[in-house]
């Protein structure tokens, strides 16, 4: 599966419930490739249809505390004359027989499906079980890109994505200098580059640039040139 790579399943709920929706309209059509049984599908159907009217209920049950709120000022500090009515609050009426652990069961049903001997790609991006895997940067035309941060007695700290490429070489110079000095070799982000002599003392207004390396072959492009004021 080179151009794709799984998919977490999703932590929040309206993003459960969006996969659960999905499931729910599609698994009867893969249903025999990913060895899945009508009791399984009917299930997951279901669990979709509880797991739907739980999260409208919970926007509900929040509407009606707000009413009861309302009412409830009404009651105690509302004009003296008045009756106000009270709120009607709706009953928990699940549409299907239910059963504990939805999110749980959704999971396992997951990595039942992407270990299935007939889960293709097909199948997984439709099931919304895969995600697009992006080609590698080339080594031609990339542009390395870091971020700094001023640290204690002079020291820089410069964040930078690997992209799959081995290590950075981190340069720097002051401004209005002409010759680029040598920070560091880094396989690892951030690179550190310590303070020494006057900056432990003195702010300096720096300037740095990266470049990523194989060895001792340069890749791609320098980073843009980024400014910082170091801090004593």
Not at 8 to 28: H, M, R, S, V, Y
Not at 53 to 69: E, F, G, W
Not at 199 to 211: D, E, S, T
Request: hydrophobic residues 40%; proline residues 7%.
């Amino acid at each position: 599966m080179s151009n794709f790579k799984f998919k977490k399943f999703p932590e929040k709920a309206p993003d459960q419930n969006a996969l659960f929706q999905g499931w729910k309209l599609k698994l009867p059509t893969y249903q025999t490739a990913l060895g899945l049984s009508a009791a399984d599908v009917a299930r997951q159907a279901a669990d979709a249809d509880i797991f739907s009217y739980m999260l409208n209920y919970k926007t509900y049950l929040k509407d009606s505390v707000d009413a009861y709120a309302a009412w409830q000022r009404s009651m105690l500090k509302g004009d003296m004359a008045a009756s106000p009515v009270p709120p009607v609050f709706e009953q928990v009426t699940l549409p299907e027989a239910h059963f504990g652990g939805i999110v749980t069961r959704g999971r396992l049903l997951d990595q039942r499906m992407k270990k299935a001997t007939g889960f293709t790609e097909q199948i997984g991006e439709d099931l919304g079980l895969l995600i697009a895997n992006p080609s590698p940067p080339s080594p031609e035309t990339f542009t390395a890109k870091i971020t700094l941060t001023a640290l204690k007695n002079g020291g820089v700290s410069a964040k930078f994505l690997k992209n799959g490429f081995p290590a950075m070489r981190l340069e720097w110079k002051l401004v209005g200098d002409a010759v680029w000095q040598y920070a560091g070799f880094f396989t690892s982000s951030p690179a550190i580059h310590p303070g020494e002599g006057d900056a432990r003392f003195v702010p300096q207004i720096r300037q740095y640039r990266g470049i990523m390396v194989d060895k001792n072959a340069e890749i791609g492009h320098y980073s843009p040139i980024m400014t910082i004021v170091t801090t004593p």
